[in-house]
Nanobody, 127 residues
Framework: QVQLVESGGGLVQAGGSLRLSCAASGRTFSSYAMGWFRQAPGKEREFVATISWSGGSTYYADSVKGRFTISRDNAKNTVDLQMNSLRPEDTAVYYC????????????????????WGQGTQVTVSS
């Protein structure tokens, strides 16, 4: 069983920063794209960012471009999400996810290709 564990969430004021981390275990981490998603109360889960298996390409939702940065460290089996200039609308539970297919050329931006999910970490941004 693949296991993903998120950490780093918390309460920050608007304009502040947080760094989320996802630790993975259970399979060859470096062969799979990884993604971050979030879900606010009363809303469906939405895409935030993804990084390819090689780390060579990334993609972000329009709402976070220029503010969030996704990165991976295959030696540590971790994927991070650096979040800057946070806004109240960023408040949500943030989930780490791993792709089901190895070496996918384009990291997926919808949730259906991701087969493994963490439990989530709460991010709250006050105004």
């Amino acid at each position: 069983q693949v296991q993903l564990v998120e950490s780093g969430g918390g309460l920050v004021q608007a304009g502040g920063s947080l760094r989320l981390s996802c630790a993975a275990s259970g399979r060859t981490f470096s062969s799979y794209a990884m993604g971050w998603f979030r879900q606010a109360p009363g809303k469906e889960r939405e895409f935030v960012a993804t990084i390819s298996w090689s780390g060579g390409s990334t993609y972000y939702a329009d709402s976070v471009k220029g503010r969030f940065t996704i990165s991976r460290d295959n030696a540590k089996n971790t994927v991070d999400l650096q979040m800057n200039s946070l806004r109240p609308e960023d408040t949500a539970v943030y989930y780490c996810a791993a792709d089901l297919a190895p070496h996918r050329p384009i990291a997926p931006r919808s949730d259906s290709p991701y087969g493994y999910w963490g439990q989530g970490t709460q991010v709250t941004v006050s105004s």
